[in-house]
Nanobody, 120 residues
Framework: VQLVESGGGLVTPGGSLRLSCAAS????????MAWYRQAPGNERECVAS???????KYADSVKDRFTISRHNAENWVALEMNNLKAEDTALYFC???????????????WGQGTEVTVSS
């Protein structure tokens, strides 16, 4: 199973970016999908998560600015980021809990990360 993120880049404060993460490989179904971020010197933190039924959680720091969405049949998750701030600068990772077979336990997979830089 591979997770491939895209959509990072450089944006000025107040700007927007959309991150995408596509899962491929031996996938039976995917449970919770989430976006994490890690800034230099900081621990990795969960920004937003969405389960297969569509239940969503956000970190307080991004509520009302970020929107997570997913497509169960196409195995992708996206993160729409608006009103970006300098403190949103980080490496953003996609995480997914994947069942590779109907009887298998879910396994956790991570993408390689995509860089988001918010700077004037």
């Amino acid at each position: 199973v591979q997770l491939v993120e895209s959509g990072g880049g450089l944006v000025t404060p107040g700007g927007s970016l959309r991150l995408s993460c596509a899962a491929s490989g031996s996938i039976f179904n995917i449970g919770t999908m989430a976006w994490y971020r890690q800034a230099p010197g900081n621990e990795r933190e969960c920004v937003a998560s969405i389960n297969r039924g569509g239940r969503i959680k956000y970190a307080d720091s991004v509520k009302d600015r970020f929107t997570i969405s997913r497509h169960n049949a196409e195995n992708w998750v996206a993160l729409e980021m608006n009103n970006l701030k300098a403190e949103d600068t980080a490496l953003y990772f996609c995480r997914a809990e994947v069942k590779t077979d109907w009887g298998a336990d879910p396994q956790t997979f991570w993408g390689q990360g995509t860089e988001v830089t918010v700077s004037s």
